[in-house]
Every structure is written in structure tokens, then in C-alpha cells.
């Protein structure tokens, strides 16, 4: 896992001590699924086999980080960042990735 330490450290100085994560909610979870194939797919991948041309972290191991929670993704995904494109999400939008990325990192 490559990720960009301007990357760990945001997510790090976003974490908070929440104890287990609940599970997410199934439907708003595929509802994330289909939202990142739309706009994340071109840079990320989602726990499936890595490939080489797609260098941005996995999905999977984002969800997976001790670090990620639901806040650090809603506050990550409203922040714009340097090689990311501008995508603007409306809320749910954002609550939908996040619970999708949750559950790819089993929480």
C-alpha cells in the first residue's frame, strides 16, 4: 500500500475514538458502490485486483485504516486536494461513498 503521507496524515489528524464502527447500511453502501464507479473508478480501485496504471489508494485499504471513520471521510471528501479532481458531492452523496468505502474495510 502506497499511500501519500499528506493523505495519512489527514485522515489521521481527522480520526476520533469511537470504538467498533456499526455496520453500514447495505443500501446506502451499493448506492456508494455505484457512485464511485461513476466518478472514482478512473483513479481508484475498490478491493479488487491492483493495477499499475491507477496509482491512488484502493478503496479498501482506506476503509480498512484504523484511522477512517465516517466523520474523516465526510470532512476528506469536502476538502479539495492537490491530485484529486473537483467533484463537488451533496451530502448524501458523501454519506453513500463513505458507507461504501466503510464496508469495503469490513466496518
Known sequence: MNLRPALLTTFASLAIATGAQSAQDPQLAQQGRLLAQSLCADC????????????????????????????????????PHANMPDIILEPAQIDALSAFILDLGGK
Do not use: I, W
Not at 491507477?54 to 469536502?78: E, I, K, N
Open 44 to 79: 481508484h480501485t475498490f478491493g479488487g485486483a491492483r493495477r499499475s496504471d491507477r496509482p491512488s489508494p484502493d478503496f479498501a485499504d482506506v476503509g480498512a485504516m484504523a484511522q477512517t471513520t465516517a466523520l474523516s471521510l465526510r470532512v476528506f471528501l469536502r476538502t
